[in-house]
């Protein structure tokens, strides 16, 4: 038995959750993934996987199994890769990535980056909700947090620190009049995020007010809000780096450009490990690079 090609068909079981999802992403067959399993299964002398006709799931040993066959995968990559000397980054990478950076932000960093890293395959999944990276299979996730991340197992790179301003379009300033003070807020539309009842409004450190918010429109999704914002439905709260294009190009215009709602820091989350691969490092730096780069207004 090839204990590697054991080991990465056994992650990729993990990782897609099916026979048939495993099968093809490794371009092989369903019985030839179902043979590997049984043999590594025979070879350790435990039950990997629990099997129904619906699903699979881990066994305790599973778990500390998957997670040994993570690091060591990605050491051996790594390893690979580095020998490599004249060879670029390649190989697929899945990242994790908030709707509003796979939204309204990707259009400005992932054409740079395939043009730059042409061998690296992006396996991308959105969703706001912090992913398990070793359990979910995720090489790296980007993260927008308003405290510091403090998970201890993750190694997390802050890439910039946003804050968070008031926008309008130019027709909806128009049509209202443009607030001139904090308490103009109070005759305004203003359009919120979800779990924002209150916005706490800020000029530097000091808190100045709570205003009341998203009384005419609430959202779950930020690119909902961005969208209504520009076609003029009222004034909404982003981070400076979501809007920065859009207020170049005058879709939008800052409100109380002296106000904040605080701010917010993009974070790159990965695994701890001795040897981080090389097209993880590929990416990460890119998005460092890519934040820094790239001025605001």
């Known amino acids: 038995m090839n204990q590697l090609l054991a080991m990465r068909i056994f992650r990729c079981l993990v990782e897609t959750r099916s026979f048939t999802g495993a099968a093809e992403r490794l371009e092989t067959t369903h019985s030839t993934v179902s043979r590997q399993l049984q043999q590594l299964e025979s070879e350790l002398g ?8 619906r699903q699979l799931s881990l066994t305790d ?5 998957y997670t040994a066959c993570v690091d060591i995968l990605q050491r051996v990559d790594a390893a690979a890769e580095e020998a490599r000397v004249h060879k670029q980054p390649s190989g697929r990478l899945r990242i994790s990535v908030p709707l509003v950076l796979g939204t309204l932000e990707l259009p400005f960093w992932l054409p740079a980056f395939q043009e730059r890293f ?11 909700p912090l992913v398990d990276l070793v359990a979910d299979g995720f090489d790296v996730a980007l993260r927008i947090s308003g405290p510091p991340l403090s998970d201890s197992t993750m190694v997390a790179r802050l890439l910039t620190v946003s804050p968070m301003v008031l926008v309008a379009s130019p027709a909806y300033l128009y049509r209202r009049g443009l607030p001139r003070g904090v308490d103009d807020l109070l005759a305004h539309s203003l359009l919120a995020y979800a779990d924002e009842a209150h916005w706490q409004l800020h000029m530097g450190e000091q808190t100045v007010q709570s205003v009341d918010a998203g009384r005419q429109l609430r959202s779950d999704s930020i690119a909902a809000l ?15 780096a979501t809007v920065a ?3 170049r190009a005058g879709r939008l215009v800052r409100v ?6 605080g701010a917010r820091s993009y974070y790159a989350l990965y695994p701890s490990a001795a040897h981080l691969p090389a097209k993880v490092r590929a990416f990460v730096d890119f998005m460092a690079d890519h934040y820094q780069a790239d001025p605001v207004p």
């Not at 435990?46 to 006709?53: E, V």
């Not at 042409?118 to 706001?128: A, K, N, R, T």
Request: hydrophobic letters at 45%.
């Open 61 to 65: 040993a599973g778990k500390r199994y």
């Open 46 to 53: 435990a039950r990997l996987l629990n099997r129904t006709s």
């Open 226 to 240: 961005h969208t209504a914002a520009v076609a003029g439905l009222g004034i909404a709260a982003f981070t400076l």
């Open 245 to 247: 294009r859009d207020l």
């Open 118 to 128: 042409p061998d690296i395959q992006l396996d991308m999944s959105c969703s706001d």
């Open 256 to 261: 109380l450009p002296e106000v904040t709602l």
